[in-house]
């Protein structure tokens, strides 16, 4: 008999030290309690260490009739605590001070049952329970069985949810290098595109310096040549203030403290297609045709944000499109406002504005959709930095939107925008005043070592009737009369 137990004993270890999870360990060992024991039913319980609830996770045996069934709760029962027989609990369904966990047992006509916590190291991580039709048919021997077993199983939930711990620890610290070494790469982005703002800030402020003094000469230009002038001032902004924001992309800065103005959707739309037409139009490889629409609702609603900044972002995306469809496609710009539901069932003003910029290229499925918002992800190989989309998804948090890569119906992706009409955001009108003040004459000298800005601000200056000289570096000698500017 002794060697029967043991046996039995063996067994039972053997299998459930090789189990990782609490789950598999609770099946294996009331499974084979039921086999080795034997037993007519057993249940394997879990205790929830927030609540003190014991839940049921398994049952086994060829019972019929289950006491208590598989996701149950209860709280801490007589069953559990050593009866009068060594551990036993001999069972009437009507003697005796029975709680409900106990009279279930004896209701489904298990008169004999053993109650054994499992608790290894000072914690009690749940319970067995094993149970007999036949009253008095469990005895000493199989209390003895029964404390073996529960060790063994509380030693194997103990090693399982070290694993598990083990498990959770790798991750999050798979998961802090990932966003440690990210924050260095952006850092070292940052670091680099402080260097050279400076460099490209000097290098395109004689293009929107001699675009402006240019435009402001309406009789020499036709109406063509004023739109290609406009749009290269245009270009020329919008590149000086997107290497400002690369340098600052790796701090993950919120809106705080920048002020907004209503913003044209659709001309921010019509702008972009200009833009970008060389790149759709003239340089799409084989000669591929690529063909671009728009599709707005009639009326659109001004957003609070940036002018450049979502010029900036509708740009990477038509580029973006452009490099998925070699062989050529479309692409729609639609827009329309999502209105809030009241509770009535209508209508209400619209909350967001939402643009759709959809396109017939081979697409993407969900990982990598949503690994392409990540800094240096790209699916372009060397023809790809990784930095386009992530500048979106900086652009829309700064306005309080969003941005969303979505599979086509047909074929190809979109990519969703919505801004918020109401944000937190500072929205401020530009103010125009039509009152002129003259100041006195002043001589004016240019300090700058850059021989093209000290000749773009000397011809700016000169246009407006002002006496200007230049000097390549800090001027040898003062004059009262004059006024110095330094630049750079």
Known sequence: MRLARITTLNAITTAVVEMHDVQSIMETATSR???????????????????????????SGEHSLEPIPVGSKAFDS?????????????????????????????????????????????????????????????????????????????????????????????????????????????????????????????ALSPVVGFSDMLLQNRSNIDDHSRKLLQLIRLAALDISRIVERMRLIYSDREADGITFEPVDIRQMVRETIELTRPKWRDESPDGAEIRVSTDFARVLPQVPGSDT?????????????????????RIVFTGYTEPEQSGNGGTVDPETVVVEISNEGSGMNSDTAQGALEPFFTTKGNRGTGLGLPMVQQVMKRHSGTISILPSKEKGTIARLVFPLATSITVSKPKISSERTDSPKLKILVVDDEP?????????????????????????????????????
């Open 452 to 488: 093209m800005l000290r000749m773009v601000v000397q011809e700016m200056l000169t246009s407006e009737g002002r006496a200007v000289e230049v000097a390549p570096g800090d001027p040898e000698a003062s004059m009262s009369d004059t006024t110095t500017i330094q630049i750079g």
């Open 309 to 329: 900044e979502i010029r900036e972002a509708l740009t990477n995306l038509v580029l973006n499109a452009v490099d998925a469809m070699p062989d050529g496609g």
């Open 33 to 59: 309690l039921a086999e080795l024991l034997p037993a007519d039913h057993v249940v394997g319980l879990i205790l929830e260490p927030t609540s003190g609830d014991f839940t049921v996770v398994t049952t």
């Open 78 to 202: 007589q069953i559990l605590t050593p009866g009068s027989d060594e551990g036993v609990h001999n069972l009437s369904e009507t003697g005796g001070h029975l709680d409900d966990f106990t009279y279930r047992f004896a209701a489904a006509g298990l008169y004999s049952v053993i109650g054994h916590n499992l608790a290894a190291n000072g914690e009690t991580y749940g319970a067995i329970i094993v149970a007999r039709h036949e009253h008095a048919s469990l005895g000493s021997a199989e209390v003895e069985l029964m404390t073996a077993v529960g060790a063994a199983v509380a030693q194997a939930i103990y090693g399982a949810r070290l694993v598990d711990d083990l498990r959770v620890m790798t991750v999050e610290l798979v998961e802090t290098q990932q966003r440690a070494m990210r924050q260095d790469r952006l850092r070292a982005l940052g670091q680099m595109t402080s260097g050279i703002t400076h460099d490209t800030n000097n």
